[in-house]
């Protein structure tokens, strides 16, 4: 078998990480499954890659649909599993965190793992959502559309889809995107082009708050599309009147952004002018107020972002005889949210995070609340522990949420020199996960007390894991 080969008539056995289908073929070899693989279905795959131990390959068709696809929706990038029942797609997550725990048997035969905790509403969850402009060009498709604003066809990011609404964010921000969207195609101006770096819509951010219902908009356009100064002036000055007109019909917005990007990477958030209302605007979570700006990191499904931060809450174990946890390590700490949330049974909190922005915004938000029992460093982690670790600084729990790439090599063996009885892993990746927590197993005292996954971004592939590690 070598690339391009077609293997006919395959039934996908199952999902694995990042959405991947997996397939056992006759011969023994693994294939990973690109594009949307559901589990069941029947389909002919073409080969992308060959590897000594697997190959990947993409489906070129599908020959019969799967038991588990209950909808019939269009594909959706932002939203692939869709079409799958919902609880099906929570038995499918269980599923991914069970194997990824099968591999650490070797350390500890019984580990518990709750039933996964999904949603009740499993629609309108996003309170941030970027929409894209560009074209789709196919010739081998006919397909010759020059002005769309949705989403990149997935993996391409010089094709983008059109579509009129998303059924992953709320009314309200449906029909901001609505007029926004009639305007900018009946405007004069032509979408960005990522093939030849040219052209003025470039991309629609609206940040909705759930629980304070306020809305941020930001605009991203191309400054110098522009061949004279006047031209763009007036350009800008009916975008401006455009937005006036959307404030007072959608009062919910407080701030709107123009983002000007002359930069040909594929980023929204760069040259940053404020033209209406506030910088920040604020939501609510566990009685905590929290000011998000367009470049603020915040969890996108603020519902859950209540019941995951509950559940890290509910995992941590205090001593009876001690009123309070010490000294709680938030590592990787956004804008500290979870280190708020822990200020109150805690003497101290040290909540560490890269991004300067995400701590300055941090610091705002515990002031903001009252809260002075905070520090907030602005490092990375496998820095800061050396630093504290030498300093012989302590700490009681440590609360670790990495980024999907999981914990730095250089930070894992200076975890494991603190005393502290508990760690609780907050992780958006299985296989980082399991990495991360085989190398504590087997390096240290601790094991796995209990394990949950929450699933936040339901009709998507992602988890959100919560570990409990206790000093045995
Ligand atoms: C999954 S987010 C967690 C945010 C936060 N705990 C929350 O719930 O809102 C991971 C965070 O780690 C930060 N980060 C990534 N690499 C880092 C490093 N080496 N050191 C410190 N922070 C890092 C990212 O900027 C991001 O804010």
């Known amino acids: 078998m070598k690339k391009n080969d077609i293997i006919e008539n395959i039934q996908i056995e199952k999902l694995v990480f990042w959405g991947k289908g997996f397939v056992r073929l006759e011969n023994g070899k693994i294939c990973f499954i690109t594009g949307w693989a559901i ?3 029947r389909v002919n795959l073409r080969i992308i890659k060959k590897k000594k131990d697997f190959l990947e390959a993409q489906i070129t068709q599908v020959l019969e649909k799967s038991s588990i696809e209950t909808w019939n ?3 959706i990038p932002w939203a692939p599993w869709v079409n799958i029942d919902y609880n099906e797609q929570l038995d499918i997550k269980q599923k991914q965190i069970e194997e990824a725990l099968f591999h650490l048997k070797k350390y500890q035969n019984e580990i518990l793992l709750l039933p996964i905790v999904g949603m009740e509403n499993t629609f309108w969850y996003r309170n941030k959502i970027e929409f894209s402009f560009g074209k789709y060009i196919s010739h081998r498709e006919e397909i010759f559309q020059d002005f769309n604003i949705w989403f990149h066809k997935r993996g391409d990011f010089s094709r983008v889809l059109d579509f009129s609404e998303c059924f992953l964010i709320d009314n309200e921000q449906n029909a901001i995107y609505q007029r926004v969207r009639e305007y900018t195609k009946q405007s004069w101006l032509p979408v960005y082009d990522q093939k030849i770096w040219t052209g003025f819509w470039r991309h629609f951010m609206v940040r909705r708050m759930y629980f304070s219902g306020e809305t ?5 356009i191309n400054p110098i599309f522009f061949e004279n100064e006047k031209i763009k002036h007036d350009a800008l ?3 401006k009147e455009f937005i006036n007109h959307l404030i007072t019909q959608f009062p919910t917005i407080r701030s709107v952004y123009i983002s000007h990007n002359t930069h040909k990477a594929d980023i929204l958030i760069w040259d940053m002018e404020l033209i209406y209302g506030t910088e920040t605007i604020e939501e609510i979570l566990l009685w905590y107020r929290f000011n ?16 995951l931060y509950t559940l890290v809450k509910k995992f941590s174990i205090r001593d009876s005889w001690k009123k309070k946890l ?3 390590l938030d590592l990787y700490a956004g804008t500290g949210t979870i280190g708020m949330i822990f200020s109150s049974i805690a003497d101290k909190v040290i909540s560490v995070e890269l991004v300067e922005e995400a701590s300055g915004n941090g610091k705002d938000n515990a002031e903001k609340n009252g809260i002075h029992n905070m520090e907030f460093i602005n490092a990375k982690v496998e820095d800061f522990l050396e630093d504290y670790l030498e300093r012989w600084q302590k700490a009681d729990l ?6 999907r790439a999981g914990m730095h090599p250089k930070a894992l ?3 494991l020199k603190f005393w502290t009885k508990q760690i609780i892993y907050v992780s958006c990746n299985p296989a980082t996960l399991w990495r991360d927590l085989e190398y504590i197993l087997a390096n240290s005292e601790y094991h796995i007390e209990k394990v949950q996954a929450v699933d936040m971004f339901p009709h998507t592939h992602h988890i959100e894991t919560i570990v409990s590690l206790v000093k045995k």
């Open 39 to 41: 589990p069941w279905s």
């Open 216 to 220: 941020l908009l930001v605009f991203s």
């Open 237 to 239: 000055k009916e975008l």
């Open 292 to 307: 998000i700006g367009p470049k603020s990191f915040f969890q996108t499904n603020s519902v859950w972002a209540e019941a």
């Open 326 to 328: 010490w000294t709680v």
């Open 398 to 403: 440590l609360i670790i949420d990495p980024p």
């Open 413 to 415: 063996p200076n975890i």
């Open 73 to 75: 929706h269009e594909m």
